[in-house]
């Protein structure tokens, strides 16, 4: 694969993760932003456990660079989702 390849694969899942989480979020109702920080909170103690499991030093940069993407999807869902929201009412 090459680099431009792995780029435009890692771009359309991550707009395809953020759009199922909008879309699962805008079943909680008025608790979807909530939810989404719940679901971004789960996924980054569930990162840390794996990391703990592995019996070794954490990669600081994957470590880092998994936080960023969890934290970014939960962001754009919670912005789509508002969007979404206005566009609605």
Same mark, same amino acid.
């Given at each position: 694969?090459? *680099? +431009?390849?792995?780029?435009?694969?890692?771009? $359309?899942?991550?707009?395809?993760?953020? %759009?199922?989480?909008? @879309?699962?979020? &805008?079943?909680?109702?008025?608790?979807?932003?909530?939810?989404?920080?719940?679901?971004? *909170? +789960?996924?980054?103690?569930?990162?840390?456990? $794996?990391?703990?499991?592995?019996?070794? %030093?954490?990669?600081? @940069?994957?470590? &880092?660079?998994?936080?960023?993407?969890?934290?970014?999807?939960?962001?754009?869902?919670?912005?789509?989702?508002?969007?979404?929201?206005?566009?609605?009412?």
């Amino acid at each position: 694969m090459t *680099d +431009s390849e792995m780029r435009a694969t890692v771009q $359309a899942t991550f707009m395809m993760l953020q %759009r199922l989480v909008v @879309e699962v979020a &805008a079943m909680k109702g008025d608790e979807a932003a909530d939810w989404i920080d719940e679901f971004r *909170d +789960s996924l980054t103690s569930e990162m840390k456990k $794996a990391e703990e499991l592995q019996a070794r %030093r954490a990669d600081i @940069e994957r470590s &880092a660079t998994t936080r960023m993407l969890i934290d970014g999807v939960a962001v754009m869902a919670k912005h789509h989702l508002e969007q979404r929201s206005r566009s609605d009412s």
